[in-house]
């Protein structure tokens, strides 16, 4: 049993809170979930994860067969929070309580042995594994300082308020664990050359391949999201590049040569190039010289399969990927983050052709997206031919039937409906005269205030 007042004594949220929301469930799947804090639901019923959001969860575990009593839910901090949002930013005074409350939690896991704890929101994961960031480690099984896997995911708070779109996520990491749990996952292995010419070679000598993964990285590309990269990173200096040609592989190369050139003659024997965000890495690669036949760009087959979920590789990656998160080694381990990109990139591109093949869908991508794209750029490269003359002439035309139309419109509102501007015109022998403009009559009227 936890010696809670042992624990609590001295502690910051003494002064706000008046009783703890001890965790529950019987564990027997192996599974615990952690939150955040308790609120207002939690403190009126006395247990974790109630009201609206725990009602959410208990229809998640329900679609997967799963009921709460049979995992242990508990959460971060487990008395009130003074307000929401108090744990969000990490404050003296937060991580103060976060750290007197952090026995209980520790004490707990001890005690239970959990097989895999699912991290439910950003302040759970931050506690449990010290690491921040969701959207690029949803879903990843996650080393921790427990020994535990540790399935990041989002809070069902969060998913309540406008993000419904992350429901079917948190039920994927829901999956995932039960996986972990029943010993039913294990992250395949891994062969990665990074940075050596004669391995490189002979990676691309291997026979048989006709799809190519590539990946490019820039000063700022490392920093930014697949989605908005092009926009932010106007940059053409590539630092570094990754190929992969099968799914567990790839190569990584500074961009010097002699790699720049044995890179763009693989490219140019592949049947398929794949890239993620193909705006942002082809300019750049024409611009170095490579010369392409068909690309496919699995950001945007991924956005045909889920058009309302992010497109970055870091989120995506976790549903066809087994590999460890990566995106935030850009700086510490470049050569590996280049690789995992290229290795992500060919393993997400062949999982959505699967997805997108069972539901019928994979012709219409490819006349839809792939097959119109060559058009689309060629247009764009033309530009659109514009006859000035008339575009102005018909700017004149459509601005007279608005007017026509406006002053129409007004005529049909109520008079004690109209808005009114009132305009300070500075005080005449001490008194203040205000002008008064009728928005309809256009008519003013002096008035003393």
């Given amino acids: 049993m936890l010696n809670c007042s042992s624990i609590c004594n001295g502690c910051p949220a003494q002064a706000w809170g008046d009783k703890r929301i001890m965790p ?139 993000n419904a779109k992350f429901q079917s996520v948190l039920m994927f990491a829901l999956r995932r664990a039960q996986e972990v749990a029943k010993g039913e996952w294990q992250r395949s292995s891994i062969s990665y050359v990074l940075d050596d010419y004669e391995a490189m070679q002979k990676y691309l000598s291997e026979p048989g391949w006709s799809l190519l993964a590539l990946d490019i990285e820039t000063p700022k590309s490392g920093k930014l999201d697949e989605e908005t990269v092009d926009e932010e990173d106007a940059s053409y200096t590539i630092i570094r590049a990754s190929l992969s040609h099968t799914p567990n592989t790839a190569c990584s190369f500074p961009w010097i040569e002699p790699f720049i050139s044995l890179a763009r003659e693989a490219v140019a024997r592949a049947g398929v190039v794949i890239m993620h965000n193909e705006n942002f890495d082809r300019p750049r690669l024409e611009a170095a010289g490579f010369r392409f036949g068909e690309v496919h760009d699995s950001m945007w087959e991924w956005h045909f399969l889920q058009s309302d979920l992010p497109k970055g590789l870091g989120f995506i990656a976790p549903f066809y990927y087994d590999g460890p998160s ?85 005529g049909e509102v109520p008079a004690a409906v109209l808005p009114v501007k009132v305009y300070k015109t500075g005080k005449q022998g001490g008194v203040e005269h205000r002008v008064k403009c009728d928005c309809q009559s256009k008519e003013a009227v002096n008035e003393q205030a």
């Fill in 326 to 410: 990566w995106k935030h080694l850009n700086d510490a381990q470049p050569d590996f983050y280049s690789a995992c990109d290229a290795d992500a990139t060919i393993r997400c591109y062949l999982g959505i052709k699967r997805d997108l093949q069972a539901q019928g869908r994979w012709d219409r991508w490819l006349r839809h997206c792939v097959q119109v794209l060559p058009i689309f750029r060629r247009m764009g490269q033309r530009g659109i031919l514009i006859d000035r003359t008339q575009q102005s002439a018909l700017k004149v035309q459509l601005q007279a039937e608005y007017d026509v139309a406006y002053e129409k419109l007004q």
């Fill in 24 to 162: 529950n469930g019987s564990g027997s799947s192996g599974i615990m979930l952690v939150g955040e804090s308790p609120w207002l639901d939690e403190m009126r019923q006395e247990r974790n994860f109630a009201g609206a959001a725990g009602a959410m969860l208990d229809r998640c575990l329900r679609r997967l067969g799963m009921e709460r009593q049979q995992l242990i839910v508990a959460n971060s901090a487990w008395c009130k929070a003074p307000r929401l949002g108090f744990f969000d930013k990490p404050s003296p005074l937060s991580e103060e309580v976060m750290e007197h409350c952090r026995p209980h939690l520790d004490q707990l896991i001890e005690r239970t042995k959990p097989k895999v704890i699912v991290t439910l929101g950003g302040v759970a994961l931050r506690r449990v594994c010290g690491v921040t960031g969701i959207t690029n480690r949803h879903g990843y099984v996650h080393d921790s300082p427990y020994g535990i896997p540790v399935i990041p995911s989002w809070h069902p708070s969060y998913i309540l308020q406008g």
